[in-house]
């Protein structure tokens, strides 16, 4: 029977158990459902096995990739997560961490066999924000406690700030429905501006970052609106 979690900090480990308690939260209530349910099922089609596959810190350094605050890796091209075990010998991961790699997993392409279709539009730093917000979000939607220690706690709050703006649509429509073009509406407010923030929030730096956005946000805001009648005097 799937394991029914409380805190986000509790262990998991290889069994199956574990696993079809992570997704049972992951395809759960949330504002991200209506995203994330139709893509679990596909995705869960192309993992391999199921159980989380937790190594050695030794086998993990050979995988030559880290999703660095999970200890953990996501290969979308070669259809695999690895994770890394938190104490040695015991083959158990977290649930957090095992939830933020199956949202990567359920992001299109739910086939896999390729990198996160919107990644090159959100870069590393909204891409692994955006990632956190949905996780964090979920075990919101279903009363699970939250993990004491921050994860990418300023890539998230950075996208916590644009999402304030644009709502969850465009994240959504473009990390699981596979639309990039849904994000127009931050390149129509932020226009180059969206590189400046893209790159504040791989390098981690939320105060410049939503310092860049609230000042953006106004200038948009301030200029007249196509289609509006000229300002009279
Ligand atoms: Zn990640």
Do not use: C
Request: aromatic share 10%; charged share 25%.
């Amino acid at each position: 029977m799937a394991t029914k979690f409380s805190k986000a900090g509790e262990r998991v480990s290889i069994n199956e158990d574990d696993f079809d308690g992570v997704n049972q939260v992951l395809a759960g209530k949330s504002r991200w459902q209506d995203f994330i349910s139709p893509n679990v099922a596909p995705a869960l089609k192309k993992y391999p096995g199921h159980t989380f596959n937790i190594v050695s810190a030794q086998v993990f350094g050979q995988t030559g990739g880290l999703d660095s605050e999970t200890m953990a890796f996501t290969d979308k091209v070669n259809a695999k997560i690895v994770f890394v075990e938190i104490f040695k010998g015991e083959a158990q991961t977290m649930v957090f961490a095992a939830l933020h790699e199956m949202v990567h997993w359920v992001s299109h392409p739910t086939d896999q066999g390729k990198r996160i279709t919107a990644w090159g539009a959100l870069g590393d730093g909204l891409g692994e924000g955006l990632t956190q917000v949905i996780t964090e979000d979920i075990f919101d939607g279903q009363g699970i406690a939250q993990y004491y220690k921050p994860v990418y706690a300023d890539r998230a709050s950075i996208v916590r700030k644009l999402i304030e703006r644009f709502d969850i649509s465009p994240f959504g429509e473009a990390l699981f429905k596979g639309r990039p073009q849904a994000l127009q509406p931050l390149l129509d407010t932020y226009g180059s501006g969206l590189q400046k923030i893209k790159g504040l929030a791989s390098a981690n730096n939320s105060k410049e970052a939503i310092g860049v956005i609230d000042d953006l946000n106004r200038a948009f805001d301030a200029k007249p609106k196509k289609g509006a009648p000229p300002k009279s005097r």
